[in-house]
Structures are given as structure tokens and as C-alpha cells.
């Protein structure tokens, strides 16, 4: 049974991520590092980035599943940077369905670059019950939360704040996330966490342009997992992921990520597969109204 999983999440991963690699026609490539920690790299005023995040899984006692956030990002101005997600998801031996939406808002205070970046993230969500596209893990969120069927439609309105913490140095990047969320209604704060590390597999571009030179490859990981809530501050009944990335940026065509991310206690999900494809498209507006 435990091999016939593997196998249906690795199938579902390839098929989903080979469709989205022939869907959009290659602009500029992406700069973000990471499936759930955000660093404070901000996108360029006035470009469009469109990316399809996807995460696939088996867990134990429900069906395998693949969900996917559609991403809007938007460079508003140097110090903004506004998103909107359209999440959906596909459970074999149940259905596909449109879970709901995300609209985000990420503020970089301090323009220029200091040893510390902070950027303030505000993000309000509108999402059902099945969804299962994991941007995040807070609270006492487990595996438990990827068996419920597709039918369960009850509505979730939450607010998430983030602090996002980010410094370069030496070709690395080292960002850490708190993260504290809120469903809008009687229920209490909860809380997570994001730490994330990469780097360029070299730092100087080579003296020809090729697809697969060292420059466009990055390598980096990822921990994350929840912090329980206002009343059960800590590691009890949380889960925790260890995921390592690997980012390649194709040179004027698309940006690729693919993460294997391994649960790292009882109450996580034994092995998710993560995959990202994004383009960033230069100066959206002024393409639209034909400016150069």
C-alpha cells in the first residue's frame, strides 16, 4: 500500500508539473527562493509575476492529492509588493475542486540593504476546509488536517500577519518567519514558523550564455512547522517539515523549483513533493497599453 502511494504522488507530480511547463510562454524568469519562507526580495515595480505553486501527498489513512495556488504578484512600488492566490485541488477517488482565494500585501520599511531586512506581510484568507495547498503550517495543523474528503465545505476566514527577517551575505540568503494567524471569529491565535537558507551554485555569470551554467542553478532548504496557539504555546501535537530546493532559472524563460519535503514527527506528513513554475512579465501595464 505505502509503495502504491509513492508511486500514484510521484505520477500526479510529473503529470501536473509537465502540463504547467508547456502552459505559459516564456517572459522573464522569477526571483523567489522558497515554497513557504518568504525573504525580503521584493518584485520589481510595475512586473507581473505569474506562478503555479503545487504540492502533492499521500497521507496515511486519506487518498493522494495534488493542490495547486495560482499566483498573481505585482510590484505596486519599491516597497510593496501585492498578491492574489486562486487555490484549488485535485483528490484521487474524489474530485477536483476550487478551494478559494488569498490576497496578500508584503511592506519593506527600510529600502536599502542593511544586515537585517525586515518586510511586514498582511495576507487575509478565504478559503474552505479542503483546501490543502500548505503555504503555510501554524497552530497545531497535522496530517490529520490532509485526510478529510472534498465534500467538507465549511468556509475559512482568517488573517495572517507575518514578520519576515532576511539577510544576504556571501552569495547566501538566511531568512526566518514568525507567523501568527487568526480565523475571524472566537477562536484563538496561532502561531508558525519559517526558516530558509540558499545560494547561487556560483556567484559570477559565465562568459557565455547557456541554459545550464552553475550561475542559474541555487540550492537552499527549508524548516517549517507550527507553534501551537495563544493557550498552547509550543512544540506539543505540531508538525514540522524539512525540505530541501533546488531553483533553476532559465535564462529569458521560466523559473523552476521542486522540493522534496520530508515530515519530521508523528503528527506530519510523512513525504510531500513541492513544484513551482513562474514567469515574471516586465513592466505589465505599459505592455498592455503598447508602451515600449
Keep these: 500500500m505505502r509503495c502504491f502511494r509513492f508511486r500514484a504522488v510521484c505520477r500526479i507530480s510529473v503529470l501536473s508539473f509537465c502540463a504547467g511547463l508547456g502552459s505559459w510562454p516564456a517572459l522573464l524568469q522569477a526571483q523567489e527562493s522558497y515554497f513557504v519562507t518568504y525573504s525580503h526580495q521584493m518584485e520589481e515595480p510595475g512586473n507581473l509575476e505569474i506562478a503555479v505553486k503545487s504540492v502533492t501527498g499521500a497521507p496515511k489513512g486519506g487518498n493522494p492529492f495534488v493542490a495547486t495556488a495560482l ?101 547566501w540568503n538566511v531568512s526566518e518567519n514568525f507567523i501568527a494567524e487568526k480565523n475571524l471569529g472566537p477562536f484563538s491565535w496561532e502561531f508558525g514558523y519559517a526558516l530558509g537558507t540558499s545560494r547561487p551554485l556560483a556567484l559570477k555569470a559565465s562568459p557565455n550564455a547557456c541554459n545550464f551554467c552553475r550561475e542559474n542553478f541555487a540550492l537552499g532548504a527549508e524548516l517549517y512547522g507550527g507553534l501551537g496557539e495563544r493557550h498552547s504555546f509550543g512544540l506539543s501535537e505540531t508538525s514540522h517539515y524539512l525540505a530541501p530546493v533546488l531553483a533553476w532559472d532559465v535564462p529569458h524563460g521560466p523559473s523552476i523549483r521542486v522540493s522534496p519535503t520530508f515530515g519530521l514527527n508523528r503528527d506530519s506528513n510523512g513525504f510531500l513533493f513541492r513544484f513551482m513554475l513562474s514567469y515574471e512579465i516586465d513592466q505589465f501595464f505599459s505592455r498592455l497599453r503598447g508602451q515600449p
Excluded: C, M
Design 71 to 171: 499566483e498573481f504578484e505585482y510590484g505596486v512600488n519599491g516597497w510593496w509588493t501585492a498578491e492574489l492566490y486562486i487555490d484549488g485541488q485535485s483528490t484521487i477517488h474524489e474530485s477536483t475542486v476550487f478551494t478559494g482565494f488569498r490576497v496578500e500585501n508584503r511592506i519593506r520599511p527600510l529600502l536599502r540593504e542593511h544586515w537585517i531586512n525586515p518586510v511586514l506581510y498582511f495576507e487575509f484568507e478565504d478559503l474552505n476546509a479542503a483546501d490543502k495547498a500548505l503555504l503555510e503550517v501554524v497552530g497545531h495543523d497535522t496530517r490529520e488536517d490532509l485526510i478529510p474528503r472534498n465534500s467538507r465545505t465549511e468556509k475559512e476566514h482568517e488573517a495572517e500577519l507575518k514578520l519576515i527577517l532576511s539577510s544576504n551575505f556571501k552569495g
